[in-house]
């Protein structure tokens, strides 16, 4: 059985473990990251941004935290805009609420956002809600089109310490028994190899990621890991959980 590495945020790890197990793997989890909702500012700032504005949701927990927030009045914020989400798990929770979706892209992910949206950027106003964490590919890809752009952190993320979880797969790591590694984001896969190399030392903490498959749920985090030295082995088509572990999954069985 090929056994899999990966961090998520705690609220995310139950979902994601019943995920993998259901596709044959065997799995080491630990928490990388917490999700605290975002300042009261933020909200407000969202209210008064959102008349004429194309509305991007770029996270299934950007939708969450303005649901907690304004409940079922959160359709009737967006009602008359352009609505946006980043993708299928994205728009499963906006259409939850009662929002649909005008567009989603065809890469899950910022840089297929920005191709999306390059088009009718010039002159437009450009809300992207989400993390406070999030990558400056969007934003920047949106301002060089000409896009007036609102960034609006609903949510934020915290490190999570090095628990029991993280030990045991840095241990299981260093000693050749997991298969692969998969990062779901560019956070994640910093703050993983941060802690290893806070643990080992740099080149031991290289020699290990050396020794097993890296896999990417998309181009950001791919060139996240490149920049960190290690180029991912795996990088699905569809930027999902998902099609991460199918294609971990396909790696295995040639």
């Keep these: 059985m090929t056994t899999i590495g990966f961090t998520r945020p705690s609220k995310r ?15 080491m989890v630990a928490p990388s990251l917490e999700i605290l909702p975002g ?17 991007v949701f770029c996270s299934s927990t950007a939708v969450e ?35 649909e979706p005008s567009a989603v892209p065809e890469d899950y992910s910022s840089y297929g956002l920005v191709d999306l949206l390059k088009g009718e950027a010039s002159g437009s106003r450009i809300v992207l809600v989400r993390s406070d964490s999030g990558t400056d590919v969007l934003s920047d890809g949106l ?21 029991n979880g993280m030990l045991h797969m840095m241990i299981s790591l260093k000693q050749g028994k997991i298969d692969a590694l998969a990062f779901s984001s560019p956070m994640s896969a910093s703050s993983f190899i941060s802690k290893l190399e806070d643990r080992y030392g740099k080149e031991r903490a290289a020699e290990y990621l050396h020794g097993t498959k890296i896999a990417a749920i998309g181009l950001p985090t791919s ?22 572990l199918l294609a971990i999954r396909e790696e295995f069985q040639q």
């Design 13 to 27: 790890l139950p979902d994601a473990v019943k995920e993998a197990r259901d596709l044959g793997f065997d799995v």
């Design 65 to 99: 935290e303005c649901q907690a927030r304004f409940g079922n009045g959160l359709a009737g914020m967006v009602s008359g805009v352009k609505v946006v989400s980043i993708g299928p798990a994205t728009t499963a929770k906006l259409k939850a609420a009662g929002i």
């Design 223 to 244: 060139r996240k890991l490149e920049e960190l030295g290690f180029k991912p082995d795996i990088v699905p088509e569809k930027t999902t959980f998902h099609d991460m």
């Design 39 to 55: 300042e009261d500012s933020e909200f407000k700032r969202l209210e008064e941004s959102i008349p004429g504005s194309i509305v």
């Design 143 to 163: 301002r060089e089109a000409g896009a007036d752009v609102v960034d609006v952190a609903v949510y934020r993320l915290r490190e999570a310490g090095m628990g």
